[in-house]
């Protein structure tokens, strides 16, 4: 079956610096969301990417979808304590509406 | 902000036992999910839901499991006899569509209901 992986697992990083997580899947995705997920809660949808090579800005974060559609990174520049948690890309493989495959998740932590 | 909602929030049981699991999902919402989280591990997908059936099913989501949509605002998870693997966060998610009627694909989720069978 579909299979997606993310890396790093884990980061720490020093508040105001950089932080980039990377997003592999076995099979071409028709569509690619990210989602947050802070320690304790539930998932929240960030972003959707559709098109290949497709970049979104969300203030100090940067999606891309590979030209490919196989493989997606998150870059938070400039990272703050609020930043704190575990990031999930999950994609649609082509022929499922519905059945959305999560990748393993990086879990960042933000050092004050 | 309307949210999706789930009870109870935890829930402990014994191995062999029924539970059900309950969640409104956003009131405008069409299609509605469940997905389990087992502890530090990734998310994963049980089953969709639309139009009163299952639209879409994971192979984790055998004949143990059931749901159903009891009522207009309800949507529920059955285990019919837990095992101690099903341990883990159930979440469920719910998703709208557009005002023409396209089908919007982001979810949102409810708090989970922590599942402990012992």
């Known amino acids: 079956g579909q299979q997606v992986m993310q890396i790093p697992q884990y980061q720490h990083v020093q508040e105001g610096e950089d932080f980039t997580t990377y997003c592999n899947s076995s099979?071409?995705?028709?569509?690619i969301q990210w989602y947050k997920q802070r320690p304790g809660g539930h998932p929240v949808f960030l972003i959707q990417?559709?098109?290949?090579?497709e970049v979104k800005k969300q203030k100090r974060l940067t999606f891309q979808f590979g030209e490919a559609k196989k493989n997606s990174s998150l870059h938070i520049t400039a990272t703050q304590t609020t930043d704190v948690g575990t990031y999930f890309c999950?994609?649609?493989?082509?022929?499922?509406?519905?059945?959305?495959?999560f990748g393993s998740g990086t879990q960042l932590t933000v050092l004050p | 902000e309307p949210e999706v909602t789930q009870t109870p929030s935890h829930q402990v049981t014994q191995m062999g036992q029924e539970v059900i699991l309950r969640c409104v999902p956003i009131?405008?919402?069409?299609?509605f999910y469940w997905y389990r989280q087992i502890l530090g591990q990734k998310v994963e997908f049980l089953v969709s839901?639309?139009?009163?059936?299952?639209?879409?099913k994971s192979e984790i989501f055998d004949d143990q499991f059931s749901v159903e949509r009891p009522d207009g605002s309800n949507f529920t998870l059955k285990i019919r006899s837990t095992k101690l693997e099903d341990s883990a966060m159930y979440f469920c998610?719910?998703?709208?569509?557009?005002?023409?009627?396209?089908?919007?694909?982001?979810?949102?989720f409810g708090p989970g209901t922590r599942l402990t069978v012992t």
């Open positions: 990417l559709v098109k290949s090579g």
């Open positions: 099979t071409t995705l028709s569509n």
């Open positions: 999950a994609g649609f493989s082509w022929g499922s509406a519905r059945q959305l495959t």
């Open positions: 839901f639309y139009n009163n059936e299952i639209s879409e």
């Open positions: 998610a719910s998703s709208g569509q557009s005002d023409s009627g396209r089908p919007l694909y982001e979810q949102y």
């Open positions: 009131s405008n919402h069409l299609y």
